[in-house]
């Protein structure tokens, strides 16, 4: 067995249930078509409903029935379709159960004088489900009633067992097994109204037995169910069969890039890199495309929700605005960082089902964004407003979506390149020089220092002199100023 889904009871309060002692431990269970209808006469047929029993008694859904004297094992057998044409008189809703039962009574009991059920007598864990065809049109309360039956025999123990009726007019199969599977459970945990029944709150009127206090209903190996109380787990109960699993992934495609018209800007990079010239770039945006994928599993009806920064993203698709950035030139480099403008990102969202995965698509034209994706999955029957929300689980994701930057023309990284080496070179001449070499012109470092810290209109010419110092025994450190003076004599022309 799997997940145990709980919900609250209907009767405000936890009801108490007594056993008496007596309950079915292996059903023995005999299904009966009742009508002209079947089998194949109505929208529901009598195989539909033989499928779901099977499930429903081969699965999970009766274990919860153990804490009870239920074994763990339940006999279906092969059904039996009588299509004489059956009518019963309707009576008013409030003696709907009773008129019913009655009538169907003295056809049951015709059947055990014919001698066309097996294996009835001194068979106590036999349960005859009745399924009464759509002809059989009612206006009460109820869909469906469990009793006893006993039938007198001379000189031998009464034939004893228990039934039940189920309507079908609703024509709809989930309508049908929820109310099979609740007079099932009852009939199990109260054979012969002397098993396990309600002894407070005081039961109403043909309730108090362990379906009655329970309104949810739930879906079990795609067989729509009815909850039963447990008394062990203080709730009303659906056991399942898979244990419920989620979590999620997403994908990014290739970003699909988008350069704007070339611009033209000048860069006032500081005197020790040469100082400011002219450089070119473009804003290039992406179009982003982004496939979340939600990864569940033991879910009967799955029903995922996602929020995307705080908003919810409709079943349908559309648009969703979030916060963005957009970087712009820097035109200082060794500045502090310009910060990026703010303003508003378009996404556009679509789903391709209810469960299915969800694509988002941002750009080009948009600013980058951080993209915080909620994820929760929970049964559609898991209802909140009935004290359910077990099989409710949550996934988290962080997306961070690049779609803008600025990019420039290669001499511009270059020159800001060549500028983080001149920096260094400037943190300390000493250190970057390294100790005294052999033909060294006195006053090395100081040599260093103030030409590459000279700003006047002479500085190329500086330059190129403290190279002609150097050349001789550093020849790395004479190219470097070399190509510094080269630099200041470039942006001279251009600037």
Known sequence: MGDILKFA??????????????????PDILPIFLGSAWPLGAAVTSNDIMKALYRLAGGPYLQGLQQYGYSGTATVRNEMIDKQPYTVTAGTPENQINVITSALRSYLESLVNDDKIDNVDDNHELIVLIFLDPSTQQTGRFSGANTKEEIFEFLDDNIRFQWAWVLTDSNNLDSITRTMSHELVESISDPFHNGWEQTSPAPGANAGQIGDV????????????SSYWSVVDDACIVPTSGTRRFSANYTLDNPEPHDGPSQRVYVDFPPLCGGGRYYSYVERTFLNRVTVNSIFEGYEQPSVEYKINGQPVSFLGGT???????????????????????ETARLITSKLSPWGPVQIEVGPDEGNTYLHLDLTIREKFDDLDKGGGSTKKSAILYIDLVNQKIVWEPTYYLALKNCDINAHRTDGPSIVLGPPRPGDPPGLPDIVRRAMEDNSADRAHNLMHAAELLKASRPEVAQALIVLAQGVNQNTIIG
């Open 9 to 26: 009871p209907n009767t405000g309060t936890s009801p108490r249930f007594n056993g008496k002692g007596s309950v079915i431990r292996n």
């Open 214 to 225: 329970c309104d949810a209903s739930g879906v079990v190996n795609g067989v729509a169910v």
């Open 320 to 342: 969703i605005d979030v916060a963005a950035t957009r970087d712009v030139p820097q035109l200082k480099p060794l500045s502090p960082t310009t910060p990026p403008t703010t």
